[in-house]
Structures are given as C-alpha cells and as structure tokens.
C-alpha cells in the first residue's frame, strides 16, 4: 500500500541548518508537497516541488528530489525558534480508486533551541 | 479575504450524540476535502467532493457523513457509529480536485466527545 515515511522529531539550535527527510512510494508522483503544522493550527503550504525537478529553492527553503530513491527532503537555513512546528510530506497518489488525493506522512516535530 | 473558516475550533460532545462541523470557503474552489488527524500521526482522508452535490468515501469514511449542496460548504458529521471520534479534523480545498492541483488547509477544530 501507499506510505510516506518521515523520522518524528528533528532537534537543531537556532541558526543552524534543518534538513527533513521524507520516503514516498508512488514513483509516479508528479508533486510532491511541504506541509507546517504550528500547534493547534491547521496546515499551511510551504512548498512543492514538480517531479520533473530536482531541486528547488524559495528563499530560506531548499527541496531536494530523488526520483530514484523516492527521496525528498527539506532544508531549512538559519532555522529560527519561529521555524518550531512539525511539517508533513505529502505525495498525490495516480493510481487505483484514490488517485489524486493527497497521502501525509506522520510529520516531524522540529525543535529549534535558543 | 479569502480563506478556509471551520467552526467551532473546539467542539465538546457526549457520547453517542451526532455533531456536525463546518467548513466554509470563499475561494471559488471546486473541490473541498475532509481529514482527520490523530497525534502522532498523518493526516487521513475522510470524505472529498470534486463538485457540488457529489461526494467520495476516503481511506475512513465509516461513521462520517457529508453533503455538498453549495460550492462554498462542505459540513461533516460525526455520527454515534464513529467509534473513536476524539480527534482534530482539518477541512481543506483545492480549484478542481485534480491531482496537480495544491489543497489549502483550514485552521481546524478539534473535537472531543466525553
């Protein structure tokens, strides 16, 4: 079946880099989406990426793609106690009776200390 | 402004007792979807609509009900067959429910049935 894998929690102090790690399993997936979770607060889109790319930046965040690897990460730079949240992966599923909906990982829990 | 509103961001019940959340958007988006969120988990698909007055079961639409009678409403309803309801549910939209299209979250609201 379809999963998206991510590692639960992710600790960094501000200032430095933050790099979330993400497995897909649908290899013709042609987004590929950041999601961030602030607490109690709905999902807000950070970035996507097309599958046809294989990185793209938007001002402190860097998307990586592995087409091969079904490998997706997110970096972000100077990470800021601002930045403390979890943020999901998701992929769009293309095939069987589900396809076009979005799949989530479980989301990783970023900390970022002082 | 446009935006994804749901109502009420917290919502108490007894068991048993059918409750209903709203979700409105002013987006003029076609399709509107509903998730539900337990900790430490993913988000997972409960009902989607691609178009007024229709509707799709998600990965776990037992216990959930939905209707679609105008573009801008998709209220869910938790029945008493729901048998784990305590959860975060997040209503989001995207402009036609094609699999390239990106969703856009509401804020949420969290029920919990005592």
């Known amino acids: 079946g379809e999963d998206v894998e991510q590692s639960l929690f992710l600790s960094v102090r501000e200032g430095d880099s933050s790099v979330i790690n993400c497995t897909y399993t649908d290899s013709s997936s042609t987004y590929l989406y950041w999601y961030k979770q602030e607490p109690g607060a709905g999902l807000q889109l950070l970035t996507y990426i097309f599958s046809n790319m294989d990185m793209k930046q938007d001002q402190r965040l860097t998307v990586l793609l592995n087409k091969k690897d079904k490998h997706l990460s997110l970096r972000i730079a100077d990470t800021q106690t601002g930045d403390s949240a979890i943020y999901f992966c998701?992929?769009?599923?293309?095939?069987?009776?589900?396809?076009?909906?979005?799949?989530f990982g479980k989301g990783t829990k970023l900390s970022v200390k002082p | 402004d446009g935006g994804i509103t749901q109502s009420p961001k917290y919502l108490f019940r007894k068991e048993g007792q059918n409750v209903t959340l709203s979700c409105e958007q002013n987006l003029n988006h076609d399709a509107m979807y509903w998730y539900r969120q337990d900790p430490g988990q993913g988000l997972r698909l409960i009902y989607y609509?691609?178009?007024?007055?229709?509707?799709q079961k998600g990965d776990i639409a037992e216990g959930y009900s939905v209707s679609r009678e105008k573009k801008e409403s998709f209220p869910l309803t938790v029945t008493s067959a729901q048998k784990n309801p305590t959860a975060f549910y997040l209503c989001?939209?995207?402009?036609?429910?094609?699999?390239?299209?990106?969703?856009?979250f509401g804020p949420g609201t969290r029920l919990t049935v005592l």
């Open positions: 609509s691609q178009i007024v007055n229709d509707f």
């Open positions: 989001a939209s995207s402009i036609s429910g094609q699999r390239t299209d990106t969703q856009y």
């Open positions: 998701a992929e769009i599923l293309n095939y069987g009776g589900s396809q076009g909906n979005l799949i």
